[in-house]
């Protein structure tokens, strides 16, 4: 059991920002995006990436619209250096992407990342050291001085020597590594001085990046300090203020929109969120999340299928299955009233009309994903699912009792069984229980003919294999059916077409009664609605426990049954020779 957490945890200390701006206002405009997969996300995979899965995901990369990509820590190993070289030297970079490294603030590790880039395009040199207290006192053993000292000289290091490549286009960032632990006035110190060593102007801005290395408090804070340092940091015009969000309390995407909202207008992140720890900001839930408020993200993922492939085979991490918008079972639903609210969604939706479906907040067609997973089936599945379903992948519309007596055959299969029913084993169900019932009843044939002002029928069925005749007349065909049959009547009739032209076939539903009230629904389905009804017919009466049992004893022990001494309002039962 958990004890009192309050002689060991202490919450964050709240900035001092009374009159804070960012909870009026609204995300109007995608940041600049900023993918950090093949660093921050290769270095917290179990296995990290060979030059080759790296290669595939980069590529990846660019084809979702990704310009700034961090593809590496080159100074830290031969394999990273080595794949920025490889970039480079095979000219595998779009001329419209820029490719970002990471180094410490020391000069050796410089000098090899500014090394790794020579001859690049376009490149930034991430320059990160850590600020907060605890670092300096507990990690570095520095003094605030000692560590402003140390980024002014890397960022100066830097200068002279991108100075000397003038053929690359080069750009710095700064992180303040542990800046949500950072005392303010600390923060926008290191900041200015940065800044002003880098020599920022309008026209040649650095990128100061406030991560939330470690998250230790609620969006909302983050959102403050990150306001706090958008109305005091110095040469704000000649500023990238950028965020990277770690997802400690797991509310990363959250701290990142609000970020945003704050003054914030970049984001560094992975796609699915893979980085140290817990991981950092899920940049795909955080696009999309712009996309359902109509803001254009400018990264394309109507493909997520591909991008989950891509991003699985180079990582070896598998996308959860209720993973915003990504994952297999996110626009899934199994829950009855869940499957009701989205079919009639469905159903009232026009061409061209707002996005307006229950439970679906997101169309699943805007990233390449079909509507046939939307309601899938299982124990805790309702009619409405079920419905779906059977009408989406096979034509057939289901009335509403006979939604409800089906869901409920549903039901106990799932529970005897277990597991979900997919639309393939739905529809095999819903066959075996109503359209392929082998006894005790069985259609072969049947012939019309008339009588006065009737209609007659010849009936040819099989009662437990053996062949029968049956004739009756009624007002018309179904209902002289229904009184060659005996012992049931109809309480409702429906009839509907599934499919289009060559393949049309006629579908027929009877809601049948017994006498003492016993109900059950049938169904036949034939390219001739009347064969068709007479199928349903048979269907229902198979599924009727009363009306087998009359048959059994009134009418094949006895011999035969006679509802009425002529043949003008009755029924009669042979054996065929």
């Not at 140290?276 to 493909?303: C, H, I, K, M």
């Not at 679906?360 to 409405?384: C, E, H, M, T, W």
């Not at 106990?412 to 359209?435: N, V």
């Not at 064969?531 to 009418?555: E, M």
Request: overall charge negative; proline content about 6%.
């Amino acid at each position: 059991m958990l004890t009192d957490p309050s002689s060991k945890y202490r919450p964050f200390p709240p900035v001092a920002l009374a009159d804070r701006q960012w909870p009026n206002r609204t995300i109007t405009q995608a940041p600049i995006w900023m993918s950090t997969d093949l660093r921050d996300g290769n270095q917290a995979l179990f296995e990290p990436m060979n030059a080759e899965r790296k290669l595939r995901l980069f590529r990846t990369l660019c084809d979702i619209g990704f310009k700034e990509i961090e593809v590496a820590f080159p100074s830290a190993s031969q394999t990273d250096f080595d794949f920025v070289r490889r970039l480079i030297d095979e000219a595998l970079i779009p001329h419209d992407v820029t490719i970002e490294v990471l180094s410490h603030a020391r000069a050796p590790l410089l000098r090899r990342t500014v090394e790794a880039l020579q001859g690049a395009r376009s490149a930034i040199v991430h320059i990160v050291n850590a600020t907060s207290q605890p670092f300096r006192e507990l990690v570095l053993g520095m003094s605030r001085t000692e560590v402003l000292t140390m980024a002014v000289d890397a960022v100066r290091l830097v200068k002279q020597l991108t100075a000397d490549q003038p053929q690359t286009r080069w750009r710095l960032q700064y992180s303040l590594e542990t800046f949500t632990a950072t005392e303010p006035d600390f923060a926008v110190e290191v900041c200015d001085a940065v800044s002003a060593a880098w020599g920022a102007t309008p026209e040649n801005k650095i990128i100061l990046n406030l991560p939330s290395s470690v998250e230790t408090a609620t969006p909302n804070v983050y959102a403050d300090q990150i306001e706090w340092m958008h109305r005091h940091i110095a040469r704000r015009d000649s500023v990238i203020l950028s965020v990277h969000p770690h997802n400690d309390r797991g509310t990363a995407v959250a701290a990142a929109e609000l970020a945003l909202m704050a003054g914030a207008e970049r984001v560094e992140g992975c796609l699915f969120g893979n980085g140290e720890r817990t991981g950092n900001v899920d940049l795909v839930t955080l696009a999309l999340n712009l996309y359902t408020q109509g803001v254009a993200p400018g990264l394309d993922f109507s493909d997520i299928n591909a991008v989950v492939r891509d991003f699985e085979a180079c990582t070896g991490m598998a996308v959860p299955p209720r993973q915003p918008y990504a994952g297999e079972l996110v626009f899934t639903a199994f829950s009855g009233s869940h499957q009701d609210a989205i079919k009639k969604g469905f159903a009232a939706r026009q061409p061209g009309s707002v996005w307006n479906v229950p439970y679906l907040p997101f169309d699943p067609a805007d990233v390449g994903r079909g509507y046939d997973a939307v309601i899938r089936i299982n124990s805790q599945s309702g009619k409405g699912g079920i419905a779906h379903l059977l009408e989406s992948h096979y034509g057939v519309v289901l009335p509403r009792r006979l939604q409800i007596e089906f869901s409920g055959i549903v039901q106990q299969h799932s529970d005897r069984h277990g597991g979900e029913i997919g639309a393939e084993a739905l529809w095999q169900l819903f066959a075996q229980t109503y359209l392929h019932p082998a006894k005790p009843l069985r259609y072969l044939s049947h012939q019309l003919f008339e009588h006065t002002q009737d209609q007659g029928i010849q009936l040819q069925i099989k009662w437990n294999g053996e062949p029968y005749d049956l004739t009756g007349v009624g007002n018309g065909p179904i209902d002289a059916a229904v009184q060659a049959l005996g012992a049931v009547s109809v309480r409702s009739y429906e009839e509907r077409s599934t499919g289009s032209g060559g393949d049309a076939m006629a579908c027929a539903f009877v809601e049948l009664a017994t006498a003492n009230g016993q109900t059950a629904y049938g169904v036949g389905m034939d390219g001739n609605i009347v064969t068709a009804s007479i199928k349903a017919l048979i269907s229902g009466c198979n599924r009727l426990a009363n009306v087998t049992d009359f048959w059994q004893h009134h009418v094949i022990e006895s011999g035969g049954f006679i509802a009425d001494s002529t043949p003008t309002a009755g029924a009669a039962v042979n054996p065929t020779p």
